[in-house]
């Protein structure tokens, strides 16, 4: 029997960049996060590309066709693809709030674009053969909270502009689950506004830190799943959870991220506190990495959704040092070859 090859086996780079900066830890080149991620190797298989963050220092989201190709060749040299990318859409990095002024929600549609032309490019470079892009609506729950049928429809608004945008580069977009983001905090606030959307090139994104969160009801307590007298030790009704979360999301996942989490929040340098994002081996880990990646990666009778053809570590916030020791990425790359090997298919290439 052949090994799988798919999903491919992507690592983030933003963990360089994300809770970085003047009041944390200085970021990490994406020329280290590359070899980090390309010299990282379990019995002989090896991460097959990264996914990419377009924010200073690792990529300009003004990046000129010179630039783009730059960044291809740095993949390629080091035999990896890239993936999935991430619009920089915030209001401090050029974009603005999916629920702002007029002015700001074209900031955000206008950084969508620069994204999307981006990721076209390096689809015809050859470099970048799956993946979409990711988008957030820039916004707190508190803010959305203000008005929260207005804010929705104002954050759909948006969302449709960005998807008829990114239709014309033939991408699509995946929103962020995570709990720090306005209109996309609960996992029911999440479907209204992919609803309200309302076009074929918007899915979700899930990440395994963040989406446990949603099971918690932080930020959104009325959206709690698992019972308030919860203790870890209960597996039986954490997979339950997991169940009824995934099997309202799944149809909907478009990009995936592998993670861990502690069951906690965290934030670090300006980054608001969202889904703790454990080592793979971290002891207080509350996931079974590879059994709960199946309830993302296979449909309820069973069978493999196939939804996308690569899934991405996400690490971020972890410390420099960690991040600096190989041993991190492979213990890493251990976990994800270990999802594949329960959830993934083999194709011949």
């Given amino acids: 029997m052949q090994e799988n090859n798919y999903p491919k086996l992507h690592n983030a780079s933003w963990p360089g960049v994300v809770g970085k900066g003047a009041d944390s830890e200085p ?9 980090l991620t390309a010299n990282a190797e379990v019995d002989g298989v090896k991460f097959d590309g990264f996914d990419l963050f377009l924010f200073d220092p690792h990529m300009d989201i003004d990046s000129s066709d010179d630039g783009i190709k730059a960044m291809a060749d740095k993949a390629m040299a080091k035999n990896l693809e890239i993936g999935s990318l991430v619009a ?19 900031q955000f549609v206008t950084q969508v674009r620069k994204a999307c032309n981006i990721a076209k490019k390096l689809r ?22 203000a008005d929260p049928v207005g804010n929705t429809k104002l954050i759909a608004q948006t969302f449709r502009e960005a998807c008829d945008v990114a239709a014309d580069y ?19 606030t999440m479907i209204d506004t992919l ?6 090139n918007i899915g979700f994104q899930a990440d395994m830190a963040h989406t446990l969160l949603y099971l918690l009801g932080y930020n959104k307590a009325d959206e709690r799943i698992l019972p308030e007298d919860f203790r870890w ?4 009704t954490l997979t339950a959870g997991l169940k009824r979360l995934t099997a309202a999301l799944r149809p909907w996942t478009i990009d995936f991220h592998v993670a861990q989490n502690d069951g906690t929040v965290f ?34 009778d069973g069978t493999l959704t196939k939804a996308f053809r690569h899934i991405c570590w996400d690490g971020c916030m972890f410390p420099n040092e960690v991040m600096m020791q ?24």
């Fill in 195 to 200: 609803e309200a959307v309302d076009r074929p």
């Fill in 124 to 145: 015809e470079l050859g470099v970048r053969p799956n993946g979409v892009v990711r988008i957030d609506s820039s916004c707190d729950p508190a803010g959305w909270a």
């Fill in 233 to 236: 030790e209960d597996r039986e």
């Fill in 88 to 106: 920089p859409v915030w209001t401090p990095t050029g974009g603005g709030s999916a629920m702002g002024t007029k002015e700001e929600r074209a």
């Fill in 267 to 300: 934030g670090s340098g300006s980054h608001d506190k969202t889904g703790r994002h454990c080592q793979a081996t971290d002891p207080n880990g509350k996931l079974d990495i590879a059994t709960d990646a199946g309830h993302w990666l296979r449909n309820e």
């Fill in 27 to 35: 970021a990490i080149s994406i020329d280290t996060m590359i070899d």
């Fill in 326 to 349: 190989p041993k991190t990425w492979n213990d890493i790359l251990a976990a994800m070859i270990k999802v594949r090997q329960q959830h993934g298919w083999f194709e011949e290439e």
């Fill in 170 to 188: 033939g991408e699509s977009l995946a929103a962020e689950g995570e709990i720090c983001w306005g209109g996309m905090h609960g996992w029911k």
